[in-house]
T-cell receptor, first 117, second 115 residues
Framework: AQSVTQPDIHITVSEGASLELRCNYSYGATPYLFWYVQSPGQGLQLLLKYFSGDTLVQGIKGFEAEFKRSQSSFNLRKPSVHWSDAAEYFCAVGARVLTGGGNKLTFGTGTQLKVEL | GAGVSQSPSNKVTEKGKDVELRCDPISGHTALYWYRQSLGQGLEFLIYFQGNSAPDKSGLPSDRFSAERTGGSVSTLTIQRTQQEDSAVYLC?????????????FGNGTRLTVT
């Protein structure tokens, strides 16, 4: 079964500083990987996704993530954080395992990002 | 365009009561998912609908939980005889197709509090 680990529950960075959020996954085949962001009281918004090809993927809001098969990691990065980036970030791995071909996403427990001005 | 709509946004109920949570997916999206987000935990898959196929109920935690999707559009998640451990945010998501190439679009969720 697939699983996702986000080892950092809380991270605090200063505005303008760089950011890296860690994600490690466990899955027996080529993973489909996602990063979502959740602002307070909101649903989850897709930041970026990786299916195949270039291991460095670009997303919205200036985020990027790098897939490293050898490390089973898919870390999220941003060169310069803005105060509006404060939110909770979820890494997820997807597998087409549901009846009818659905994509079951398994989420990590999330990393809460705080941005200091 | 309109996103996934969930109602109510907040629901407080007494232990033992039944509750219904509603989800309006994005028009034209054939796949619909329910997830549960408990405090301090990640998202837990509950149930999946695809078109007119039988739903995948493999994530429902007990037989007190059920869901239906009428006409391939609106879905209702029902929790019978609610317990305090059912308190969580229930998120609905829809997708235009099946498979990993089709990311999920989430609603803002229903926050359920069982007192």
């Amino acid at each position: 079964a697939q699983s996702v680990t986000q080892p950092d529950i809380h991270i605090t960075v200063s505005e303008g500083a760089s950011l890296e959020l860690r994600c490690n996954y466990s899955y027996g085949a080529t993973p489909y990987l996602f990063w979502y962001v959740q602002s307070p009281g909101q649903g989850l918004q897709l930041l970026l996704k990786y299916f195949s090809g270039d291991t460095l993927v670009q997303g919205i809001k200036g985020f990027e993530a790098e897939f490293k098969r050898s490390q089973s990691s898919f870390n999220l990065r941003k060169p310069s954080v803005h105060w509006s980036d404060a939110a909770e970030y979820f890494c997820a791995v997807g597998a087409r395992v549901l009846t009818g071909g659905g994509n079951k996403l398994t989420f990590g427990t999330g990393t809460q990002l705080k941005v200091e001005l | 365009g309109a996103g996934v709509s969930q109602s109510p946004s907040n629901k407080v109920t007494e232990k033992g009561k039944d509750v219904e949570l509603r989800c309006d997916p994005i028009s034209g999206h054939t796949a619909l998912y329910w997830y549960r987000q408990s405090l301090g935990q990640g998202l837990e898959f509950l149930i999946y609908f695809q078109g007119n196929s039988a739903p995948d109920k493999s994530g429902l935690p007990s037989d007190r939980f059920s869901a239906e999707r009428t006409g391939g559009s609106v879905s209702t998640l029902t929790i019978q005889r609610t317990q305090q451990e059912d308190s969580a945010v229930y998120l609905c998501a829809s997708s235009p197709a099946t498979g990993p190439n089709s990311p999920l679009h989430f609603g803002n969720g229903t926050r359920l509090t069982v007192t």
